[in-house]
């Protein structure tokens, strides 16, 4: 990732709500495919525990798993990633579930489906709903409902859902982490 690219994800992050860094130089740009570069990151699939372990691996900490996570906010998932959860899962808000279905019924087994959907209702704003949203067990994707499988991550959401100002302090901080782990 160059300096541009830091730039432009912290002005990003200012225009949806967020706060500003300092964004640090000599960052390296990795040398790999992408595709070489996309085996390091974790699956929506995977188990919380092999996600956490993929997070430390890169020696990031639980909170970095949480904060980054919360970074989906502004984000969108085609729904083949979560038509699964919202058809089999049951740890997952009843009315959340039914208005999910309503735009993504289930597929033919031949069929699939480009559509996106929001990660987030406020999907226009980084802020502390994505949080607020796992605890009301509103998470489109199958990492999400892990969130809260886990004690420690459980507090971390709920923690970060309640007090804005160390979201926002924390925030900064996990972003220049992930940008300097190794590209």
């Known amino acids: 990732m160059t300096k541009r690219h830091h730039i432009r994800r912290r002005d990003s992050t200012t225009e949806l709500g967020g706060p500003r860094w300092k964004v640090w130089l000599g960052r390296r740009d990795f040398t790999e495919s992408r595709d070489d570069a996309q085996l390091s990151l974790p699956s929506p699939f995977l188990y919380i525990s092999s996600t956490t372990k993929s997070f430390t691996n890169q020696r990031l900490a639980i909170n970095d798993l949480v904060i980054q996570s919360s970074a989906r906010a502004p984000g969108y998932a085609r729904c083949a990633i979560f038509r699964g959860r919202i058809y089999n899962d049951t740890n997952i808000a009843p009315t959340f579930t039914c208005s999910l279905q309503l735009f993504w019924p289930p597929l033919l087994s031949n069929e699939s489906d480009p559509r996106l959907a929001a990660l987030d209702p406020t999907a226009a704003v980084l802020d502390t709903s994505y949080n607020q ?14 969130f809260l499988s886990d004690p420690r991550l459980a507090e971390l959401v709920k923690s970060y859902s309640d007090d804005r100002e160390r979201f926002w302090r924390d925030f900064p901080k996990s972003v220049v982490k992930m940008g300097n782990i190794k590209p």
Do not use: F, V
Request: charged residues 20%; glycine residues 8%.
């Open 133 to 146: 949203n796992l605890l009301q067990q509103k998470g489109c994707l199958h990492s999400d409902k892990a």
